[in-house]
Structures are given as structure tokens and as C-alpha cells.
């Protein structure tokens, strides 16, 4: 049976995030006509699961990466963060199994960042067990939390003043459902939550059923569960990519982390964003790989200017052997039609579990944050072409998630 069950539920102006747009819709484009220019230095905002949260310094020209004093406890395992629309402050998530010495539990946090990176955390919230990505509304008066554990898709208030997150969650959304993998799927799993790009909608990437499922969202932020998307069964849904088109037409990409596999859906936005799969599904698999049973697809994300769609390909045997089918895997992207080049490049990361990477605001930078490796690596891209080289890479524990920080003087 599938289902949800509802039980009683910037960084200053000056600031740019790589990985987003507004804040929570961290796939969409930053800018379709981004400026070519590196800044002298960025920060690189990385988390690990399990693992502290560390700020890193960045020199551009010298290709070094160096430690911040900076410190914050956001948990003991930071998955997730996005921004509200000042850049001002940071919505995280703890991707735990015991929050505050409560087992079965998980957190999210509110904090403040100055121009400087300095966090202060305003407040924590308990959620269900380990929620992975956190997606922040236009007013940043709701915080969406997915679990992947808990099956649950949840709603906190935040406070427009103080942004303190509310207690408990307004809603909390128990997803109910299964498919085809013996293994990974005899439940949900919810692995990604976003808003559509015009925050209608809410979007929930459920792993285990092999669903997008889909919330509507009231005036007040409320989430009513609506049609969900259908994907191919077996695949794994792990995350969404959005990708407006130079028509004004809106696509959707999602790597099924199961089968390894790009699927590409038109969204038609009139219609209630219904989605429409198109072309074929995509190998984002080495061309030759090493060892296709314990092989993933992980993380999706669209190119600063919209002409590529990168994926990354994990590999969690601990084989050194093995070590080689670990990419970043690059397609070409047509910014009329959506349809992407069925050639990708492959780039090996050189580390075991890439699990998620992020471009700087120019596409000329991508970090990478490989869990296995416990390290994040930097690449310099070239942007026409989409080959990218590795320069550099520092330690970090368990690293889960990696972010791009500008400041711009």
C-alpha cells in the first residue's frame, strides 16, 4: 500500500551560495549569464555524517585550502543547509539517530551567519530519525524537513523575528510505501525535499517507494498531499534537479540511486506541475565498471549556467580496485529542449563515495565531498566543455556535503 499518512503535524545581500539561487531550490541555475571572474577567495561550508561542520578557507590563485578558526556545534552529523532569502541565516539538519540523547530522533537547527562566516546557532528542533536535506520557503516562514529513516516529511514554523524554529513540527507527514529491491526497498525512504522554483509545491524524493511524491502549499505554508510521480520500479529516486529552459518551460532531473540511471520528466507548470517523462533514461555508470553490485547514483545537480547536468557516482566497495568507478559524470544540456547529449564525460574524483559536490557561483570550481575518502576535493572546470581537473582536497571527516561561500568586497 502507498501512502501518507498525516498524524497530528547572506549570508548577507553581498553574499553569493553556489549551490543555489534563492535557497532551498539548490538545482535551479544560479544565473544563466554568470560573471567569468573568481573572487581572490571563498569559504567552503562542509559537513560530515557522522562528522563536525567546518568552515575552510579557500585561495583561488594559490589552489590552497586551509583551516578556519571558526567552530559551531550543529549536531553530529550535519547533512543539509540552506539559506533564507537575506542570506542572514542557516537552516541545517542533523542527519542523527539520537538528538539530544533521545534515541530514534534526529534535529534541525537556526542559526545566524555574519559576513565574516561566523555562526551563532538561535535554536534546535527534534525531528524523526536522520533527516537528510531541509528546504526553507520564499518568506522563510517554514522550514521542510525530510527523514530518510523516518519516512516523514515535516513542517516547522520559523519565527519572523527571531527566526527560532518552532518546538514541535506544525505537521509531520509519515510516508508509507515499498517497491521492488528486497534490500533498499521495503519502506520509504525520503532522501531529498524541495520547493517547485515558484514555492507552490513541495516535492519529496522517496527512495524506497519509488515515488516524487508531491504537496500542495496553502497560503500559510500548509502541505496537502497531491498526485504522486511514478518512477521506473527498482529505480531509487535519491534526488531532484529542476531546470528551467530558455522557452520559459520548466524540466525536472532525478538520479535513481538503485540503478544508477538519470531520468529526465517536462514539468508542465499550468497543469499543477505535472510531470512528464521524456527521452531515455541515462547510464550515469563508468564505461566500464569494476563492480556493479555495490555501485550508486548519489548527487544531481545543474551547471551555473544551465548547460550541463552533473551526477556523481559512488562506489562503497572498499576495494582499492574498485576505487576507479567513483565520477563525476557530465552531460550536455540543450537549454531549448531540456534533452541532454547521451555521451557524458566521466571524471574520476579519485576518493571512494563522492557523495555530494557543489559548483561556485562562475561553474568554474566544483567541490566534492566524499564520504568514504573523508575529504573534499576541488576541481577547476572548464565551462565550455565541461572536463574538469582535481587541484587540491583537505581532510574531513565522514564528509557529507560541501558549499561554495563568496564574499564580495
Known amino acids: 500500500m502507498l501512502g501518507c499518512l498525516l498524524p497530528a503535524l547572506s549570508l548577507f545581500s553581498c553574499l553569493v551560495l553556489a549551490k543555489t539561487q534563492d535557497n532551498d531550490t539548490h538545482s535551479i541555475p544560479t544565473n544563466l549569464n554568470q560573471s567569468s571572474n ?33 567552530t559551531v556545534d550543529l549536531g553530529t552529523g550535519p547533512s543539509w543547509v540552506e539559506f533564507d532569502q537575506t542570506k542572514k541565516f542557516m537552516f541545517s539538519s542533523d542527519a542523527t539517530k539520537t538528538f539530544n540523547d533521545v534515541n530514534n530522533t534526529g534535529g534541525v537547527f537556526s542559526s545566524a551567519i555574519d559576513k565574516d562566516g561566523k555562526i551563532t546557532v538561535i535554536s534546535s528542533s527534534a525531528t524523526a530519525i536522520q533527516p537528510v536535506r531541509v528546504a526553507v520557503d520564499k518568506e522563510a516562514l517554514n522550514l521542510i524537513v525530510g527523514t530518510y529513516l523516518g519516512a516523514t516529511v515535516e513542517r516547522f514554523t520559523i519565527d519572523p523575528e527571531t527566526r527560532a524554529l518552532s518546538e514541535e513540527p506544525a505537521q509531520k507527514i509519515l510516508c508509507v510505501g515499498q517497491s521492488i529491491n528486497p534490500k533498499r526497498q521495503t519502506k520509504a525512504y525520503i532522501h531529498d525535499v524541495q520547493y517547485t522554483p515558484d514555492y507552490t509545491q513541495v516535492v519529496a524524493v522517496d527512495l524506497g517507494s519509488d515515488l516524487i511524491r508531491k504537496f500542495q502549499v496553502g497560503k500559510d505554508g500548509n502541505l496537502t498531499k497531491i498526485q504522486s510521480v511514478n518512477v521506473p520500479p527498482g529505480c531509487g529516486p535519491r534526488h531532484l534537479a529542476w531546470g528551467p529552459r530558455a522557452d520559459g518551460k520548466l524540466d525536472a532531473y532525478v538520479i535513481c540511486s538503485l540503478t544508477r540511471v538519470l531520468l529526465t520528466f517536462e514539468v508542465d507548470i499550468a497543469s499543477g506541475h505535472n510531470f512528464t517523462l521524456k527521452g ?17 547514483g548519489s548527487e544531481i545537480l545543474l551547471s551555473p549556467d544551465g548547460r550541463f547536468v552533473v551526477t556523481s557516482t559512488t562506489q562503497t566497495s572498499r576495494d582499492e580496485a574498485d576505487l576507479p568507478d567513483n565520477l563525476l559524470v557530465s552531460f550536455a ?3 531549448n ?13 579519485g576518493g571512494r563515495v563522492p557523495r555530494q559536490f557543489a559548483f561556485d557561483p562562475t561553474g568554474q570550481l566544483i567541490a566534492v565531498a566524499q564520504q568514504g575518502a573523508e575529504n573534499v576535493v576541488v576541481f577547476e572546470r572548464d565551462v565550455k566543455s565541461g572536463e574538469a581537473k582535481m587541484v587540491t582536497q583537505v581532510p574531513a571527516e565522514k564528509a557529507s556535503f560541501a558549499m561554495w561561500r563568496s564574499v564580495e568586497n
Open 38 to 70: 573568481l573572487p581572490a577567495s571563498y569559504q567552503l561550508l562542509v559537513g560530515g555524517q557522522p562528522g563536525p561542520f567546518y568552515t575552510f578557507n579557500y585561495d583561488v590563485s594559490q589552489k590552497v585550502i586551509t583551516n578556519s578558526s571558526m
Open 280 to 296: 531515455t533514461p541515462l547510464s550515469t555508470e563508468p564505461a566500464a565498471p569494476l563492480n556493479s553490485t555495490t555501485l550508486e
Open 333 to 335: 544540456r540543450d537549454l
Open 337 to 349: 529542449t531540456g534533452l541532454l547529449d547521451s555521451n557524458p564525460i566521466r571524471i574520476p574524483t
